[in-house]
């Protein structure tokens, strides 16, 4: 990923989920509202004013926990159910 001037990497993590590898980079850039954020390699992003939340959070969207895959499931299945 491309990195500006005003940000410092402060991490990377390495996982995968929705059977893919995916790879977040946690970053720290002084001039956003939220300084500490994380980017993933599937697009997904997260913001956080403090240093945190950012490393938890960001090891956890790379390694879900079972729950987590259930309840991606679930979210998946249910818009179905309901059409019916
Ligand atoms: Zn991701």
């Known amino acids: 990923m491309q990195m500006k001037d005003t ?3 402060i991490g990377t ?3 995968r989920h929705d059977g ?3 790879k977040v980079t946690s970053v720290r850039d002084d001039t956003r509202p939220d300084p500490y ?3 993933c390699s599937c697009g997904a992003t997260r913001s956080f004013p ?3 939340g950012v490393f938890p959070s960001a090891w956890r ?3 879900p926990t079972r729950l987590d895959r259930l309840r991606q499931w679930a979210t ?3 818009p179905t159910r309901r059409a019916r």
């Open 20 to 22: 893919a590898p995916v």
């Open 13 to 15: 993590f390495h996982g």
């Open 50 to 52: 403090t240093e945190d």
């Open 7 to 9: 940000e410092f990497r």
């Open 37 to 39: 954020f994380w980017l």
């Open 61 to 63: 969207h790379t390694h």
């Open 76 to 78: 998946r299945l249910l």
